[in-house]
């Protein structure tokens, strides 16, 4: 028996069940990455720049997309909108050269118009209220940020507003993103392992 009067006995199954747990959380949260990035649709952003540096984590590019302001043209019947609602899906059509624009969003739900087979709907959030739209909606997507390896940052970022630099990004099902590769031109700057 243990000091707390718990009998000793069931120490080491409650242990391994703690342990089991654990490995069962993280496995689920590599696992919805993976599943995301193995299955989802593939399309190409082009990237803005904006900041390169994590103190905790290194070097990153902090980025925006060109789908990262939308026009509120493009905004399906935001005055049917909830007033509380901040999440938003954009439809994505690739243009000529493969890379894709945003050509409808809808706050809470997909946009209404039928999806051509191409087309792929992207989940993410704005702060910005439905009834106090301006000119443009910003929209985080979740894929902001691009860590890469220590010192490699400062230079991409200094490169975004000469060259051109684009994501491929995987978007599964229900419209979450994940950043699959990194390219400067046609070049492959980094490409994100499945595990």
């Given at each position: 028996?243990t000091?707390?009067?718990?009998?000793?006995?069931?120490?080491?199954?409650?242990a391994?069940?703690?342990?089991?747990?654990q490995?069962?959380?993280?496995?689920?949260?590599?696992h919805?990455r993976?599943s995301?990035?193995?299955?989802g649709?593939?399309?190409t952003?082009t990237v803005?720049?904006?900041?390169?540096?994590?103190?905790l984590?290194g070097?990153y590019?902090?980025?925006?997309?060109?789908?990262?302001?939308?026009?509120?043209?493009?905004?399906?019947?935001?005055?049917?909108?909830?007033?509380?609602?901040?999440?938003v899906?954009?439809?994505?059509?690739?243009n000529?050269?493969?890379?894709s624009?945003?050509?409808?969003?809808?706050?809470?739900?997909r946009?209404?118009?039928?999806?051509?087979p191409?087309?792929?709907?992207?989940?993410?959030?704005?702060?910005?209220?439905?009834?106090?739209?301006?000119?443009?909606?910003?929209?985080?997507?979740?894929?902001e940020?691009?860590?890469?390896?220590e010192?490699?940052?400062r230079?991409?970022e200094?490169g975004v507003?000469?060259r051109?630099?684009?994501?491929?990004?995987?978007?599964?099902?229900d419209?979450t993103?994940?950043?699959?590769?990194?390219?400067d031109?046609?070049?492959?700057?980094?490409s994100e392992?499945?595990?």
């Amino acid at each position: 028996m243990t000091a707390t009067g718990f009998p000793s006995r069931y120490l080491i199954p409650i242990a391994l069940l703690v342990a089991l747990l654990q490995i069962g959380v993280l496995y689920w949260m590599i696992h919805g990455r993976v599943s995301i990035l193995r299955d989802g649709r593939e399309v190409t952003l082009t990237v803005l720049p904006v900041d390169p540096r994590d103190l905790l984590r290194g070097d990153y590019v902090r980025i925006g997309y060109t789908i990262s302001s939308l026009p509120v043209a493009l905004v399906e019947e935001p005055e049917k909108a909830d007033p509380a609602e901040r999440v938003v899906y954009v439809r994505l059509r690739p243009n000529a050269d493969g890379v894709s624009e945003a050509v409808a969003a809808r706050f809470g739900e997909r946009p209404h118009a039928a999806p051509e087979p191409q087309d792929v709907d992207i989940r993410g959030v704005t702060y910005v209220s439905p009834d106090a739209l301006s000119s443009f909606l910003p929209v985080d997507y979740g894929i902001e940020r691009f860590y890469l390896p220590e010192g490699e940052g400062r230079p991409i970022e200094q490169g975004v507003g000469v060259r051109p630099f684009s994501m491929k990004v995987a978007v599964a099902a229900d419209g979450t993103a994940q950043i699959k590769a990194f390219y400067d031109g046609d070049k492959l700057i980094h490409s994100e392992p499945l595990y």
